[in-house]
């Protein structure tokens, strides 16, 4: 009874913050989204309802005149403040500049007004894996609006540097882009980011010369088969970020608690081990069909090298290498799979993942909140998510982008759906700890020995990671 | 006889062979040892293929110069000059600006204060020089910070006028050199001066200076060299201010994960391009380089 009124409340509560929104954009200087630029104390909002996502948000047509009106008002008495002028700075990769300079030009002719004039410098100093470190580094020279790893919103909520989704855009965020995308945005409760591409982790890429489409499940004989070939099969098992996967499947404990900093990982245990073995085990074919680590090259340029010259004919990567890929071996003989299975423990398991996607945040610190709650909005949305999959390649995280017929027939797309159940969430998996410590040594010692490890050895290598993981957490 | 002395002679000469060959093996491995990594640069940023753990390419191209400057896509579309994600020509231009702007104004700087710590006399003059020596010592990037702050209150944050103020405000600590070399010039020209009506600004700038031409040469050189070379402030102080960048930091943001695939051979030929004026310069002035260094050093 009791739980049912709190629920009603909320509903309620729900109502009213909506209309207070709109009713706030239409009149002063005291915008509905102003409330997103305070720095955000977690578990405040009165729209939550206790899940991870907040489903019971109502959707307010952003798109509709009657919205866009207010909208223009509510950018017009924020520019009031500042002679009527608004210049926002927006960070993207600097692949990503010349297409996001164009949807930016989109936004600025939609939400036109001569009451002020709208200015946003588009800015590639610092890509998506960098921008959340900048931006809490010195958040009043950060960028108002930013493109980001979905992982660094935790780190960024806790600095207080990331602003809460826009009450008026938040029915919209959670009810039209995928779920799993929802809830990576989602701290405690609180929807922080704007999902925009759903491809921040990895599959497979494999030359459709080598192997057939059926011929992709089984990493072992796709090993064997390379091997035939003269050719390997690429995959970073001493990249901490891929070689988690294993761990993972074994059904490792991973998991971390960014309100306490608090990272798990139960390593040392028989599961632990088991994915150790399974490791060891890929690792004996080293130079025979797989190849385990990049060397000093990094995963991005040996993938290209290894396309390019030949010697690779699957890679474990992302959507990124795409292209790079196709123009090595010819845009018909790529094709694309979720991972392989591997052996672990005498049977053949699905490999698991980090899964994750690209998001818009707005910063605390950004002198014109409102206006940058409606660009982070207006990259987001569904029409530019497939223009930037048209042009960019990049797959969308909006329902209805992701059921569009081109991006259905996209391989990778399809590939990262078939992952997804195997993919696991980076922001609540690991925190810096967890890259600090190197837990890649496993994948490091297998590739060195050739898989030649006792597991007396292994076992001492998985326990001297947990160990540091624990120390890190006390210190 | 003959014999004799020409067992002598060869003994002798084998002996002078012997430890000729010695240092000349002991000379060539360290020569290739300091031109290895110079000349893997030059050929890699000749290189057409993004491969880099060969020394010698096998495709030769030019490719990479030109694209420091006009650059194009992965997929060989060109890029306009407005949105390259590597504006070099800027950047070069930049540094350029700075180098020279505080090139000139720690030059100035440096060559007044130590004239006045060598000629002048003083009451604070001794715990002055201490204090500059021990200030000295601390890296400069340590108050980073504060720095960059006390520039955003002036409104000169992310501005290479702010870069060049930074660089010469801290010019001043490097007085050593020169005033050790003003300390070989002989006072009784300034006396000379003195009698004929010279102000101390007169002699400075008549009597001093004309004589001291390698320790200018040599002030203006480190000091231009410094700001080409600093990566760790500039990095600090432009922050996201692409188009402010120096090489230093721009060439660094092409070794990120995200580029290095399409753009270590870039890289590498940016690399070349930066250090073609600067050995140029130090050939021209090495002379006077010399001269400086040697000069400065003797005790006074």
Known sequence: MVRKTKRVLALALTAMMATSALAGCAGGSDGGTQNSSQAPTGNNSATTSGGDV????????????????????????EAAKTNNEIKITLWCSSDDRSFEKKLVEDFKKEYASDQYTLDVDVNSSYGEDKAGGKIIESPGDGADVFNMADDQISTLVTAGAIAKVGDIFKGNVVANN?????????????????????????????DKRVFGDDEVGNLDEMIKKASE??????????????????????????????????????????????????????????????????????????????????????????????????????????????????????????????????????????????????????LTKESSQLSR??????????????EDETVNADPARKAIQEQAPYAHQQGTSVGGTYWAVNPQTVGTEAISNKGNLSDDKLNEILKNIVTQIDSAKKS | M??????????????????????????????????????????????????????????WTFDNYIRLFNDYDAAGNPISQEDMPFPYGTWILN??????????VSTLIILMISYAFSRLRFKSRKALLNCGLILGMFPGFMSMAATYSIMEIFGLKQSLVGLVIVY??????????????????????????????????????????????????YTALTTFLSPWADYIFVSYFMKANKENWTVAVGLYNMLDNEHIGRYFTVFCAGAVLIAIPITILFIIMQRFYVAGVTGGAVKG
């Open chain 2, 168 to 217: 010469s405000a801290g010019a001043g600590l490097g007085y050593q050199v020169s005033k050790g070399f003003f300390d070989t010039i002989p006072r009784s020209l300034d006396e000379a001066a003195k009698i004929d009506g010279a102000t101390r600004n007169q002699i400075f700038w008549v009597i001093i200076l004309p004589l001291s031409k390698p320790i200018i040469v």
């Open chain 1, 389 to 402: 999959y048209n042009e960019r390649g990049l797959i969308p995280t909006n329902n209805k982008a992701l």
């Open chain 2, 2 to 59: 003959t014999n004799t002395q020409n067992t002598m002679k060869t003994g002798y000469a084998a002996k002078r062979q012997a430890a000729n060959i010695a240092i000349y093996i002991i000379l060539t491995v360290m020569v290739i040892v300091w031109l290895f990594p110079i000349v893997w640069l030059i050929l890699r940023s000749f290189s057409a293929d993004g491969a880099y753990n060969a020394i010698f390419p096998s495709n």
């Open chain 2, 95 to 104: 540094t350029f600006i700075v180098a020279v702007c505080s090139a000139v």
């Open chain 1, 178 to 206: 995928t779920e799993d995308s929802v809830s990576a945005c989602t701290v405690n409760g609180t929807t922080y980011a704007y999902p925009k591409t759903s491809d921040n982790g990895y599959f497979m890429y494999y």
């Open chain 1, 54 to 77: 907040v489903s019971d948000v109502s959707v307010v047509d952003v798109d509709s005149d009657s919205v866009k009106q207010k909208l223009i008002s509510a950018i017009a008495s």
């Open chain 1, 229 to 378: 070939n003269g050719k390997s099969v690429y995959l970073n098992v001493t990249g901490p970020w891929y070689m988690t996967g294993f761990f993972f499947t074994a059904g490792c404990d991973i998991t971390y608690d960014v309100t306490t900093d608090t990272q798990v990982a139960t390593f040392n245990t028989p599961e632990g081990l088991k994915a150790a073995k399974a490791i060891c085990h890929i690792s004996e074919s080293e130079g025979k069909g797989f190849s385990g680590t990049p060397g000093t090259l990094g995963d991005n340029a040996y993938v290209q090298q290894g396309f390019e010259d030949g010697t690779l004919a699957a890679a474990v990567i992302g959507t990124w290498e795409g292209p790079v890929i196709k123009a090595a071996i010819g845009e018909e003989n790529v094709g694309a799979a979720k991972l392989p299975t591997v052996l672990m423990d005498g049977k053949q398991e699905q490999l698991h993942s980090f899964g994750g996607y690209k998001v818009v945040g707005v910063n605390t610190h950004s002198q014109y909140p409102t206006t940058s709650h409606i660009l982070a909005y207006y």
